[in-house]
């Protein structure tokens, strides 16, 4: 058995188990050098030392490679690693037609039609190849995701056949759609293969097969002595014309079928014409004997014939005529045999005396069930649904009178038809994680295969959540082979992010609240330009095309604030408050200086820089320059000057001190002249001129005539030694 992981020619990489066939089994690969998933079918490892086998499977598959058709498998590669043989194809991804049947009966006729019309224009092909399918069946047709047909398994089947082993199981499959040459054992032909497709059309129409049974040999047997049951008792407006396709295609005799394909897919092509669908009935042309029934042996004659018998030996005597002696004695074996047979069907059938045992049809089919019963004698009554652990679904698990009791003859039978498994109610697991959900489902029993997850965007149901299920809660259902669909929220749709620019604020909330998003998502960013007016949106975050989630996405709308320059205005003249003033409405930063103007009055503004009439960037700093009136430094200045001057003699006498100014020129001038008696103070404030840059020295004499100096510059507190 090959391994997941294992790399068959270094270049395909086992990653899954497709499924397995009488002769191989089927992995998915993937095809590392064209990265793309193709399915590999490898031949089984019973097969993998019969030369026969291998040769065959070689040569059918490289004769497969021939068939290039959009309704055929394509064959990628051919090749052999480690004994192993296999054929690489296109994967498929989809259903076959069993599963299809399965789940969309009943099927639209034009459905019908059109996938009938796909299988004939493959098989139109391959027979134009001189390539028999010799096995068409539902499995072997494979239906994609866009309802494109795919014909799988051409030229495998010959290499099945023609070996020496019996396939139980994979006859019993085929053997449902196995033409009545075949069922002789003589060779397929190409109507064969139109035979197989008659009997697919009868089961797209019907939901079953034509002819079931207990065995392959059962079922075989009746394709060739049975008529075909009416697919009208199943649907009663079935059109005659289509039901008449089936009928040509599924003769009993090879002459009385569609010579071509082509030939059933043009009959098929105005099959749903209003002129034809109340046509005859069509019947075949040419009678086979193999069809016709055994009927039982009148009494009479076989009493007639024993008697004839009995006088043979009197005709012995006559030379003449040998001939009537000896085609006597040729017919007795061949009556002999009709009576055991017609004895033994009597025996077996009604149970004598107008008394019949019911068959066993147990796992039948109801089709086949009934059908049996018929054949006894017994009338098939009222079918019931029941629940069984151990007979599949749409067979019969028991009757009403028990198989083999004995009833009179057309007696009603009822028949009970399994529904599988005893059904649960379906649980509710609508608001649980998905992994939850499948967790508590596989717990009840429910296959994990058979659960699908499909994902929507939902308001009200959080992310992760289921939404809704299929089947709903409290349905009855048999947990192993019901498929559940789980719908979870893939959470609140996004929004579609469009281009704001151009919008207003309010414009683009508005937009994006009626849209889903909360106010609160937005944030708004205001910067100035040159280019996008006022007020209008010049940026946005997420871009353009990017999805916003409702209540999580975070939007930053860029506002324009309008152009960031100015022109500055003439403030000259104006006070320093409302220079100020004005540069603050402007959004500009005050910076004051101050000169001296013999034009422009004090405290009033003089100029600014940058200067009037200049373009300049809100925020930006505008020193405005102050008059502080006349500069008058060069004319001279008069301060006070504080003078102190005691006495502290040891003479009795008053003394009469007088203080002169010195200035620059060296001229004296008395400022002061006062009397000062002993141990007594004097202070005086005098008044002293002097110009800008200039120094003045005081000279404090006495009358002794004694000197005392101090430089003063401009004011000051002076004290006299």
Known sequence: MIEIGKKLSGR?????????????????????????????KILRFDFQNDQDAIRRFQREALASTELVHPNIVTVYDVGEEDGMQYLVMEYVKGMDLKQYIKKNYPIPYLTVVEIMQQILSAIA??????????????????INEDGVVKIADFGIAIALTETSITQTNTMLGSVHYLSPEQARGSMATN????????????????????????????????????????????????????????????????????????????????VLNPERLNEPRWQPHVMDDATKALTPIPEELITKVEEKEEVAPVEETKPEKPKKKKRKWWLLPIFLFLLLCGGLAYAFFSGGRGEVTVPDVSEMTVAAAKEKLQQVGLKPGKVEKIPSETVE????????????????????????ESIGKEKIEMKDVTDETYDDALRALKNLGFQESNISRKE???????????????????????????????????????????????YTYNEAVNDLMEKGIKESQIKKEETYSDTTPENQIIAQT??????????????????????????????????????????????????????????????????????????????????VII???????????????????????????????????????GTKKEVANFTLAPNDTHKEAIDVTVKKGESATFYFQRDDGNENSLAVDKAGDIEVP
């Open 12 to 40: 395909y990489l086992i990653i899954g188990n497709i499924g397995s066939g009488g002769m191989a089994n089927v992995f998915l690969a993937q095809d590392l050098i064209l990265d793309r998933e193709v399915a590999i």
């Open 125 to 142: 092909l391959a027979h134009q190849h001189r390539i028999i399918h010799r096995d068409l069946k539902p499995q072997n047709i494979l």
């Open 191 to 270: 109507q064969s293969d139109i035979y197989a497709i008659g009997i697919i059309l009868y089961e797209m129409l019907t939901g079953r097969v034509p002819f079931d049974g207990e065995s392959a040999v059962t079922i075989a047997l009746k394709h060739f002595q049975e008529e075909m049951p009416s697919i009208r008792t199943f649907d009663h407006n079935l059109p005659q014309s289509l039901e008449n396709v089936v009928l040509h295609a599924t003769a009993k005799n090879p002459a009385d079928r569609y010579k071509t394909a082509d030939e059933m897919r043009e009959d098929l092509a105005t």
């Open 393 to 416: 679904a749409d067979r019969v698990v028991k009757t009403d009178p028990a198989i083999g009791n004995v009833v009179k003859e057309n007696s009603e039978i009822t028949i009970y």
């Open 456 to 502: 929507e965007y939902s308001d009200d149901v959080a992310e992760g959540k289921i939404i809704s299920q299929d089947p709903a809660e409290g349905e009855k259902v048999s947990p192993e082979s019901q498929k559940v669909v789980l719908t979870v929220s893939r959470g609140v749709e996004p929004v579609n992010m469009v281009n704001y620019s151009g």
């Open 542 to 623: 997420p871009k353009e095309g990017a999805e916003a989630i409702p209540d999580k996405t975070q939007i930053t709308l860029t506002v324009s604030l309008g152009t960031d320059k100015i022109t500055l205005p003439d403030l000259a003249g104006k006070s320093d408050i409302d220079a100020k003033n004005t540069l603050k409405d402007y959004g500009l930063e005050y910076e004051a200086a101050e000169e001296f103007s013999d034009s422009v009055a004090k405290d009033q503004v003089i100029r600014t820089d940058p200067g009037a009439g200049q373009t300049v960037k809100i925020g930006n700093t505008v020193k």
């Open 627 to 665: 008059s502080k009136g006349p500069d008058k430094s060069d004319e001279p200045q008069t301060f006070k000057v504080n003078l102190t001057a005691s006495y502290t003699g040891s003479d009795s006498e008053n003394q009469q001190v007088k203080v002169y100014l010195t200035d620059e020129n």
